[in-house]
């Protein structure tokens, strides 16, 4: 009787298996691509032992992705040899390559990623990231260049220079440059060379005197680094822009010119539906005399952002009642106070009558967050302002950088005694991280 049962079972067994093997073999060709896509490559590869089947279908994978995952299987390899091992796996790919990334931890600079770049440049590459963490800028090879198909790309730490004759990437949707060395001409004609771009990311550790951004199909811009004025041209689809540039408070980095073309800035993104700005751009527009609006008025401004205004500066505060006032639809306020004097302020005058904010409205206000508040009156003034002009508000998060517990309580009681608009307007007070 027992021997009976033990045959039973492992017939259910070798049943079990085959029909296992059997599933495997059988997987659909686009499923086996989409499984195989989701693992790290390395892994991919070793999917050649489960079946006949599965054997070649990872070197025909569109995507080669050689990331972080990647890295901590191979993290004891020499540089020279982890290059070589890549190099080896695109040898064996076979067919078209629409994505290839290049972002390992501690990747060097060195001729060896050229051979690397040459292979993707041959197979019809439309996703392109590269960075480099270790070692001199790497300069990309003119093979980049020659990629007509490419749609997105992503580069860190390399130096950018387009042979002659170059035209642009006519099909490039995506634009992500971090820390890299173009000349600023060669910049601009880039992005102007891209009419189909959407999305352009710039960060940069070094100066650049000027930017000309034109782009009709532009949708998202972000700019961080140090550059002295950034002018809009034929930028009528564009939605979310941030500015941030690094400037210094000590020194006056604007010229006359300069300074019109921040004003410029505002009045070329009509459809403009998120603004993050920093206080450069905001003395900018105060140094050419502050508007009681602005020339166009942002009918789609949702969401205004601005990092190291001062309360306390008359001109930096009334940039930011002028932004306000120019935006009917705003529903969300994000400031992040800089602590500076307050004396440009009488503190016998009413905040609203000092900044004309009679007539100011915010209707469609829902979200207020007040970073490094340190309950200056000015502060403390703009705050109320809010309250009282916003009848939907909801929430309004304060950071408080008080000195000590007493401060901190003082502030808080002072801020939930202000008079609301909106019965529904909750106040939540959160600590400042001291990290």
């Known amino acids: 009787m027992k021997k009976t049962r033990n045959s039973r079972i492992t017939r259910i067994k070798k049943k079990l298996c085959n029909s296992s093997i059997d599933i495997i073999s059988h997987i659909p060709g686009n499923i086996l691509e989409k499984i195989l896509m989701c693992l790290p490559i390395q892994d991919a590869v070793r999917t050649s032992l489960l079946s006949r089947k599965w054997r070649y279908v990872w070197v025909k994978l569109p995507q080669l992705v050689f990331d972080d995952l990647f890295y901590r299987h191979f993290h004891k390899t020499p540089h020279a040899k982890l290059l070589m091992i890549i190099y080896q796996v ?223 500066e008359r001109d930096e505060v009334s940039v930011l009642i002028c932004l306000i006032r120019s935006s009917p639809i705003l529903e969300e306020i994000t400031i992040y106070a800089f602590p500076g004097p307050t004396s440009a302020i009488r503190a016998v005058l009413d905040f609203s009558e000092v900044h004309g904010c009679s007539d100011v409205s915010l209707n469609q206000l829902r979200k207020v967050d007040m970073n490094n508040v340190s309950g200056t009156k000015p502060e403390l003034e703009f705050i109320e302002l809010l309250l009282t002009k916003s009848p939907m508000l909801e929430v309004m998060l304060i950071e408080l950088n008080a000195q000590n517990i007493a401060d901190h309580l003082r502030i808080a009681k002072e801020l939930t005694g202000f008079r609301r608009a909106s019965p529904q307007a909750e106040m939540k007070f959160v600590d400042q991280d001291k990290d």
């Open 90 to 312: 695109m040898l064996l790919h076979r067919g078209p390559i629409i994505k290839f990334a290049l972002c390992v931890s501690g990747l060097q600079s060195c001729s060896e990623i050229d051979n690397l770049i040459l292979v993707v440049s041959n197979n019809d590459i439309q996703d392109f990231t590269i960075r480099i963490w270790k070692g001199e800028l790497y300069k990309l090879p003119s093979s980049l260049y020659s990629c007509s198909l490419l749609k997105h790309l992503n580069i860190r730490s390399c130096i950018l220079k387009p042979p002659p004759g170059f035209e642009g990437f006519n099909r490039l949707l995506s634009l992500y440059l971090y820390d890299v060395v173009i000349a600023e001409d060669v910049l601009s004609r880039l992005i102007s060379s891209c009419p189909l771009l959407e999305d352009l990311t710039l960060q940069s550790s070094t100066s650049l005197d000027s930017l000309e951004v034109v782009g009709p199909n532009l949708k998202s811009v972000c700019c961080e680094g140090h550059f002295r004025s950034i002018c809009f041209l034929n930028t009528s689809h564009l939605a979310n822009v941030s500015i941030y540039l690094q400037g210094s408070r000590n020194e006056l980095f604007l010229s006359e010119g300069e300074i019109s073309s921040s004003v410029v800035l505002l009045g070329s993104v009509p459809v403009i539906e998120f603004l993050e700005l920093d206080f450069c751009i905001v003395k900018g527009i105060a140094a050419c005399g502050v508007p009681t609006r602005l020339p166009t008025t942002l009918y789609n401004l949702k969401n205004i952002i601005v990092y190291d205004i001062c309360l306390g």
